[in-house]
T-cell receptor
Framework: DGGITQSPKYLFRKEGQNVTLSCEQN?????MYWYRQDPGQGLRLIYYSQIVNDFQKGDIAEGYSVSREKKESFPLTVTSAQKNPTAFYLC?????????????FGPGTRLTVT | AQTVTQSQPEMSVQEAETVTLSCTYD???????LFWYKQPPSRQMILVIR??????QNATENRFSVNFQKAAKSFSLKISDSQLGDAAMYFC????????????????FGKGTKLSVKP
């Protein structure tokens, strides 16, 4: 089945540690996105990538980094510079060639930093 | 910059009845797309329905339909014959019709409406 996978579902880290969230898709989509969701908030865009080896900052990129070495993969690293990293993180993808009008989401990763 | 506003943080509906969720948006563009996403307790974001701004006809998907008022910049979601499985957060989202490059292709989300369904 085609889809987007995110792992792990729950992640716990100590303050000061970097942590990497995985996102993989087998939909052959060109574009991939990372969002952060906090209680009472909508989704806020962290980073996006429309093609391999290229990515752009979203609205809240500070304290995060990404890479896009393969079309299928778009990992997100939450660095120790992120002041409030505890949140729910969602990865999404879309097909640029077909217009990319809809984004499809993975199941998300809940990150807790103490 | 475009903005999306959902003015109802919470809504409640009796099972089998109809409920309408509101969404307004602000844009200077004439061509764009609007979406409703559902996020159940599992937190998986699911696309419910989409509307192209150039289409006058309101989109429908089974029990879900929209009332798209382009001049008023309003995009409400109607859920008919509500079911317990409809209980979720619902997010309205906007996307420019610009196809390639830059941030214009990104989704802009409202803050969501939490829908409860009473048995």
């Amino acid at each position: 089945d085609g889809g987007i996978t995110q792992s792990p579902k729950y992640l716990f880290r100590k303050e000061g540690q970097n942590v990497t969230l995985s996102c993989e898709q087998n939909l052959n989509h060109d574009a991939m996105y990372w969002y952060r969701q906090d209680p009472g908030q909508g989704l806020r865009l962290i980073y996006y990538s429309q093609i391999v080896n290229d990515f752009q900052k979203g609205d809240i990129a500070e304290g995060y980094s990404v890479s896009r070495e393969k079309k299928e993969s778009f990992p997100l690293t939450v660095t120790s510079a992120q002041k409030n990293p505890t949140a729910f993180y969602l990865c999404a993808s879309s097909s640029v060639a077909s217009g990319g009008y809809e984004q499809y989401f993975g199941p998300g990763t809940r990150l807790t930093v103490t | 910059a475009q903005t999306v506003t959902q003015s109802q943080p919470e809504m409640s509906v009796q099972e089998a009845e109809t409920v309408t969720l509101s969404c307004t948006y602000d844009t200077s563009e004439s061509d764009y797309y609007l979406f409703w996403y559902k996020q159940p307790p599992s937190r998986q974001m699911i696309l419910v329905i989409r509307q192209e701004a150039y289409k006058q006809q309101n989109a429908t998907e089974n029990r879900f339909s929209v009332n798209f008022q382009k001049a008023a910049k309003s995009f409400s979601l109607k859920i008919s014959d509500s079911q317990l499985g409809d209980a979720a957060m619902y997010f309205c989202a906007y996307r420019s019709a610009y196809k390639y490059g830059g941030s214009q292709g990104n989704l802009i989300f409202g803050k969501g409406t939490k829908l409860s369904v009473k048995p």
